[in-house]
């Protein structure tokens, strides 16, 4: 079993560059990918960023690249998700998700382990 805890979600006014965390416990492994998803109210879940947990390659997803930056920390068992930049339409609950090796790294339904999740909310 793998735990996972978001943390650093919060009120952010826009143009503001809060950091999330999200700790991984239990036997996250030193394979897969570790991924940032968020949902808005009404919205389906959307695909963030991802980071390979070995290998340490990146993805992600249009709206946020350029802006935000998905890193780790194997040591720590630790992912974070750097946001700049941010926008009133970045609003949503963050999620981070775990999974295995060989998977298609935007698709939710992919992850086998997911957090609570941490409400991000950026005022105009």
């Known amino acids: 079993q793998v735990q996972l805890v978001e943390s650093g979600g919060g009120l952010a006014q826009a143009g503001g560059s809060p950091r999330l965390s999200c700790a991984a416990s239990g036997q996250p492994g030193s394979s897969g990918y570790m991924g940032w998803f968020r949902q808005a109210p009404g919205k389906d879940r959307e695909f963030v960023a991802v980071i390979g947990w070995s290998a340490g390659r990146t993805y992600y997803a249009d709206s946020v690249k350029g802006r935000f930056t998905i890193s780790k920390d194997n040591a720590k068992n630790t992912v974070y998700l750097q946001m700049n930049s941010l926008k009133p339409e970045d609003t949503a609950v963050y999620s981070c998700?775990?999974?295995?090796?060989?998977?298609?790294?935007?698709?939710?339904?992919?992850?086998?382990?997911w957090g609570r999740g941490t409400q991000v909310t950026v005022s105009s």
């Open positions: 998700a775990r999974s295995g090796a060989g998977i298609t790294v935007f698709r939710p339904q992919e992850y086998e382990y």
